[in-house]
């Protein structure tokens, strides 16, 4: 895709990735985009890099606004490698370019680059570099979502640029959340919110608070946000911000997600009537089985609902393994205001059920106890109990939800 404007000789000049699926281990139908800005100002200034595989498309993006070897600054946001990578190609471009990052980003970048010769500026939140007309305003955001984190704010055009926050893995040929929106739907992009968020901020809820809290007091006056990933919310920048402050703070849907795994199909003869039972008490209710769902799809919809049941049958006395890795891939997301509970077939000594609230006290979930389980096969009885169990998890997550 060429670059675009977008504000007044601001522009996009990233890459669209179409093809990629798994990233790093996050699964992406969507594709994601690598997107970098570059400011054609009396000081020419690029904004981020992009993946290496794509440094040859971003130059040819910048090639076609100004000539590479006149950058003046390069603001490096984050040194993750989907960001900073092409950064040693744009380098040898313009190396007399002053490099700007934080402390923590340029700790990062020496064990990524030889950086002989790079003329690194550290700088820390609330310092100024002004381009001409524009003037760029460094907000740093350690752990969002790494240590060298920062974001940039370009006054005069009340944009920021906020590296993965706020960001979406879509491939689109559409730059901006309206422009995508006449093509897709507004829960498709919501959608892409939640998503990305559950799977790579939802252990920084308190920080995400406090650096939107900081942008307040810095009077920050934001017009247009314009992410690294995916589309630029030019159309809906307060919605987006809206959105993290509710996932911050915890917000749900009132709702069930099951997530289970199966060997012989017991567990699953369970989960059936355990979610009539929750959707009987009036409470929406997926169903989710792991090996035939993406990771990032079941984390997601964990996120999504005030409760869980995590289904699991036992194999050799614990967990089902695809039901261990997500409860593993759950503990480092560090959840939080979410209720689970716990359920499974097993053959004789059983285990999974007891190793599942190990892992909720782990994550200091609050728990629906105790969890139900049946020896082989749910019998008609087995069922009732199952139906009786779900029921009962519907009432306590419409209790639990209303502390919300
Ligand atoms: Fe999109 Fe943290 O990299």
Sequence with gaps: MKAVEIKPDIFWVGAVDWEVRDFHGYVTPR????????????????????????????????KHIADLSK???????????????????????????????????????????????????????????????????????????????????????????????????????????????????????????????????????????????????????????????????RHSPQKVLNMYMDMANGKSDLSVSIIYDTMW??????????????????VACKVIKLRATPMSVAIKEFWKSRGSLIGSPTLNNILYPSVAEFLTHLRGLRPKNRIAGAFGSFGWGGGAVKNAYEEFSKMGLETFEPGIQVNYKPDAEDEKKCYEFGREFAKRVKEYHLKF
Excluded at 265 to 282: F, K, N, R, Y
């Design 31 to 62: 594709g994601t985009s690598y997107n970098n800005y570059l400011i054609k100002d009396k000081e020419l200034t690029l904004i981020d890099a992009v993946k290496r595989d794509y440094s040859s498309v971003t130059i040819e993006n910048i």
């Design 71 to 233: 950058i003046v600054n390069v603001v490096v946001n984050h040194i993750e490698p989907d960001h900073a990578s092409a950064l040693g190609d744009i380098m040898r471009l313009c190396p007399n370019a002053n490099i700007y990052i934080t402390e923590k980003g340029k700790k990062g970048l020496e064990r990524h680059f030889d950086m002989s010769g790079w003329k690194l500026n550290v700088v820390k939140t609330g310092d100024t570099l002004k381009t001409g007309k524009y003037t760029l305003t460094f907000l740093e955001t350690p752990m969002l979502h790494w240590p060298d984190s920062m974001m940039t704010y370009v006054n005069e055009a009340k944009l920021l640029i906020s590296q993965d926050a706020f960001g979406q893995h879509i491939a689109s040929a559409s730059r901006f959340d309206d422009d995508f929106m006449t093509c897709a739907s507004v829960s498709e992009l919501e959608d892409s919110v939640i998503e990305y968020y559950a799977n790579i901020l939802m252990p920084f809820g308190q920080l995400i608070k406090s650096k939107i809290a900081d942008v307040h007091k810095l009077g920050l006056d934001i017009d247009m946000i314009a992410p690294d990933h995916g589309v630029i919310w």
């Design 265 to 282: 199909h017991s567990t699953a003869s369970m989960a059936l009537p355990i979610s009539q039972g929750v959707t009987d008490e009036g």
